[in-house]
């Protein structure tokens, strides 16, 4: 276990909210756990790799309720943590975070990835460039903790990977993406009797009709994008990390469902902040990604301020290019953070 798993959660306490004066780790590689308290939670934060190279990148998992240890594959391990170091954060009510009481508004969340991006900098050094990389519903809370305040001071970089940055637009999209696509793969004699039940759904509702008919749009996307032969089935590396399976909080995802946390997220106009966003961003997107299809990323693209952007599609990919291209995904990841 590293040094900060050592301190424990007290002292991550004090170096978070009261200040305790610990020298910064600067150099080397890192293994270390923390939980940081904040509003009657306690957020899960490993960090990994080379601190030495003063560059973080900060998983903003999806979900909500996902978890951040997910994304810690044998691939990550090999190519972007011995040269960079990764942050894998849990959100209150994900993953290995603790408590099952607390606020649950958007701005709760934006106000955790503060409080984790400070103590980040207070931890490992004032001097440290951290890049957010926000994935499907992290691809909402990044543009949204950008977008505020005086946030991007903070941060060196944004890297969005099929992110939900609007979710009415987000819905209406995917409802488009799966009606035309069922047409198509009727018409080929493909998987008939599913993409049938699907048209034949998407025709009789619409995503304007409330939330349930979005998460059940949201169900057939998935499902799409596996039946999908152009997608690469995801490698046999991709497993959570073991040691999450211990501390990982079963309770949170039901918490979640419940409590229905990204509901806000429709009455939210993103751009209204978007045109704010000035660091430099990239934004990788599968092509076949019908939870948060494409032309999110040229929505995306069109409205954010910064001038230093970079877009990459995976031509194999779906949802989660990381998964479908790991080795093209993770080292085109680490190539542009280089270079920033």
């Known amino acids: 276990m590293g040094s900060l798993s050592k301190i424990g959660l007290v002292c991550a306490l004090l170096m978070a909210v009261s200040g305790c004066k ?11 756990d923390a939980f940081i308290k904040q509003k009657n939670q306690s957020l899960f934060l490993k960090v990994a790799g080379n601190i030495g190279s003063r560059k973080l990148v900060l998983i903003v998992h999806g979900g909500p309720g996902g978890n951040s240890l997910d994304y810690r594959d044998s691939m990550i391990k090999a190519v972007l943590e011995p040269n960079v170091a990764v942050g894998y954060w849990d959100q209150r009510f994900g993953g290995n975070s603790q408590g099952n009481a607390g606020a649950s508004e958007l701005a709760d969340y934006r106000e955790d990835l503060l409080t984790v991006v400070k103590f980040l900098r207070t931890k490992y050094g004032e001097d440290l460039k951290i890049y957010l990389m926000g994935h499907s519903w992290g691809g909402f809370l990044t543009p949204y903790f950008l977008g505020h ?3 991007q001071q903070w941060i060196s970089g944004w890297i969005q990977v099929d992110g939900a940055h609007n979710y009415p637009l987000n819905d209406s999209l995917t409802e488009d993406m799966l009606a035309k696509r069922a047409v198509v793969e009727m018409a080929a004699n493909r998987n008939v009797s599913h993409w049938k039940e699907v048209l034949d759904y998407c025709n009789a509702h619409n995503v304007s009709d409330g939330y349930e008919v979005s998460v059940k749009m ?9 039946l999908m032969d152009s997608v690469f089935a995801p490698s046999g590396s991709y497993y959570k990390e073991p040691s999450s399976s211990y501390r990982n909080n079963k309770v949170n995802g039901v918490i979640t469902a419940l409590l229905r ?3 806000p997220t ?12 000035q660091v430099p961003a990239l934004l990788l997107w599968g ?3 019908f939870v948060c299809p494409p032309p999110l990323c040229d929505d995306l693209n069109g409205k954010i301020g910064s001038q230093d952007k970079t877009i990459q599609f995976f031509e194999h990919s779906g949802h989660s290019p990381m998964m479908n291209e790991p080795n093209l995904f993770w080292e085109s990841v680490l190539d542009w953070v280089i270079k920033h």
């Open 22 to 32: 610990i020298d910064p780790i600067t150099q080397g590689m890192v293994n270390d």
């Open 149 to 151: 305040a005086d946030n």
């Open 218 to 226: 949201n169900g057939y996307a998935h499902e799409g994008e596996a």
């Open 261 to 263: 946390v990204d509901s």
């Open 266 to 277: 429709y009455d939210t106009d993103p751009d209204v902040y978007l045109g704010r966003i």
């Open 287 to 289: 092509r076949f990604d």
